[in-house]
């Protein structure tokens, strides 16, 4: 009998070190599971934030051509701008020159006619 209650006493260790083998087996391979999972999934999002990153930087990059290409068109506007109006001040003092000297001339053609009139009425008083 006491063949028998060792060996049942051999099974009993025999099975509790299965269990604690098995339990640890099983604790070494989820644990390996988790860490696999939290590498894919550092890596996948490392992945992704590289390409989202790299995208912006073309959009960037296009959106900083667009502003130079923008920033040349409003230099370009600002330049016509700048020219009508030394064209249109030019204008303006033109006309002005033009005015005055109108002026001067009618100022001038009465003159005339005054001294016209004058020759005429002494023109007319020796005859």
């Known amino acids: 009998m006491t063949s028998r209650t060792e060996n049942k ?19 070494a391979l989820w644990t390996g599971i ?28 296009a959106l900083k051509e667009n502003i130079k290409e923008v920033e040349e068109g409003i230099e370009e506007v600002d330049a016509a701008l700048d020219q009508a109006d030394q064209k249109i001040s030019s204008s303006k003092d033109t006309r002005q020159q033009l005015n005055n000297k109108i002026e001067q001339l009618d100022s001038q053609l009465k003159n005339l006619q005054k001294s ?12």
């Open 9 to 27: 006493r051999k099974k009993d260790k025999n099975s509790t070190m299965t269990k604690i083998l098995l339990g640890i087996l099983l604790l």
């Open 34 to 61: 988790a860490g696999g999972g939290y590498y894919y999934a550092k890596d996948y999002f490392d992945s992704t934030i590289k390409d989202v990153q790299e995208t912006n930087a073309m959009h960037i990059q």
């Open 116 to 127: 016209l009139k004058i020759l005429r009425e002494t023109g007319d008083a020796e005859y």
